[in-house]
T-cell receptor, first 111, second 114 residues
């Protein structure tokens, strides 16, 4: 599976948008971009995924560049409960679609 | 149930004892995965089930670790002769077959080997 690169940490103010970047320059055509987050002492939580089009759901938006080599997760109005480690993962479409977690980015939302 | 469940939520065992960890996936999810997360670390893949068979066991760290799945439903991860380095949170996840379907995680079992 393609590797991803994320900054180790970032912070944002409560109520503002949080834009979390991810590089996946070696992604191949049959790989999806997935985002999960892990709040302290909990299991990972699915946020959103996409193949090549931008996606939006009730939690976040996912912007994928046209060449698919990078993406940005956008939390439009961050709250204190969004403080977590966010993982950007590239995942194959095949049957064995295990997730390969990197170190993720620690997002701290400040009051 | 509505989500993936795991039991027990916490397990403390003495070094050398065997432990069994249980996972109940979301009904209808044919793919099931086990991961391990050591303190302060990322998740490590252990094993993947497709139905009741395990085509990928590449993440199991030693032959002390084994897993089975029955009825395309519940799965059990067994660790024999536990060691202190086995202390971790063991997470189970499931999804409909294929990488285009989101994978849902259970709350995990925290294993402490003393």
């Amino acid at each position: 599976d393609a590797k991803t690169t994320q900054p180790p940490s970032m912070d944002c103010a409560e109520g503002r948008a949080a834009n979390l970047p991810c590089n996946h320059s070696t992604i191949s055509g049959n790989e999806y971009v997935y985002w999960y987050r892990q709040i302290h002492s909990q299991g990972p939580q699915y946020i959103i995924h996409g193949l090549k089009n931008n996606e939006t759901n009730e939690m976040a938006s996912l912007i994928i560049t046209e060449d698919r080599k990078s993406s940005t997760l956008i939390l439009p109005h961050a709250t204190l409960r969004d403080t977590a480690v966010y993982y950007c993962i590239v995942r194959r479409t095949g049957a064995n679609s295990k997730l390969t977690f990197g170190k993720g980015i620690t997002l701290s939302v400040r009051p | 149930g509505a989500g993936v469940s795991q039991s027990p939520s916490n397990k403390v065992t003495e070094k050398g004892k065997d432990v069994e960890l249980r996972c109940d996936p979301i009904s209808g999810h044919t793919a099931l995965y086990w991961y391990r997360q050591r303190l302060g670390q990322g998740l490590e893949f252990l094993i993947y089930f497709q139905g009741n068979s395990a085509p990928d066991k590449s993440g199991l760290p030693s032959d002390r670790f084994s897993a089975e799945r029955t009825g395309e439903s519940v799965s059990t991860l067994t660790i024999q002769r536990t060691q202190q380095e086995d202390s971790a949170v063991y997470l189970c996840a499931s999804n409909q077959q294929g990488g285009m379907y989101e994978q849902y995680f259970g709350p995990g079992t925290r294993l402490t080997v003393t």
